[in-house]
């Protein structure tokens, strides 16, 4: 079965430091993998996607991600967090010929001035 | 372009009504995707039209179904309601071109609250 996983339901960081939100994909073949973002009373913002090339995929907003295959996991970095990051964070993974995304359970990112 | 719009916003039912809502998709975006998303239960997957066929479908009873008109405009219904069917419903479109690498665009999504 397809899985997606963030283990930590929150992730609190001050502003100006560097964040990171974690995900890991269990699935049986080449994953293409996705980060969103959920404000408030919105829907899902697409920050960024892993296809296939290079391992680092910078996205919107300054994020980025890095696909780590033996790992299996695909982290959501940024260098320098904003109050204004603070949000839902959801990975997803889709595969070839699957026009379904499969959700990780949602991170909540605290960012405090 | 404009993005993904989702009519209503709101709704607030009765357990046993039926609810229909609706979405339109980004101009030229040809599969639509629906997901209920729950503090319990997070995202998950409905069902998936392409060509005003469904492709894809979650694990959901029968009483939600869905439909895909010709301009790509999407529905999806919901029968004899129950108390677990609140949750916010997102609509995701995306252009289709052959892969499913194609990025998903979600819309703000519609707030249903059963009574």
């Known amino acids: 079965a397809q899985s997606v996983a963030q283990p930590e339901d929150q992730v609190n960081v001050a502003e100006g430091n560097p964040l990171t939100v974690k995900c890991t994909y269990s699935v049986s073949g080449n994953p293409y993998l996705f980060w969103y973002v959920q404000y408030p009373n919105r829907g899902l913002q697409f920050l960024l996607k892993?296809?296939?090339?290079?391992?680092l995929v910078k996205g919107s907003y300054g994020f980025e991600a890095e696909f780590n295959k033996s790992q299996t996991s695909f982290h959501l970095k940024k260098p320098s967090a904003l109050v204004s990051d603070s949000a839902l964070y959801f990975c997803?993974?889709?595969?070839?010929?699957?026009?379904?995304?499969?959700f990780g359970s949602g991170t909540k990112l605290n960012v405090k001035p | 372009k404009a993005g993904v719009t989702q009519t209503p916003r709101y709704l607030i039912k009765t357990r046993g009504q039926q609810v229909t809502l609706s979405c339109s998709p980004i101009s030229g975006h040809r599969s639509v995707s629906w997901y209920q998303q729950t503090p319990g239960q997070g995202l998950q997957f409905l069902f998936e039209y392409f060509s005003e066929t469904q492709r894809n479908k979650g694990n959901f009873p029968g009483r939600f179904s869905g439909r895909q008109f010709s301009n790509s405009r999407s529905e999806m219904n919901v029968s004899t309601l129950e108390l677990g069917d609140s949750a916010l419903y997102l609509c995701?479109?995306?252009?289709?071109?052959?892969?499913?690498?194609?990025?998903?665009?979600f819309g703000p999504g519609t707030r249903l609250t059963v009574l």
């Open positions: 997803a993974v889709i595969l070839y010929n699957f026009n379904k995304f499969y």
């Open positions: 892993y296809i296939t090339g290079d391992n």
């Open positions: 995701a479109s995306s252009l289709q071109t052959g892969t499913s690498t194609d990025t998903q665009y």
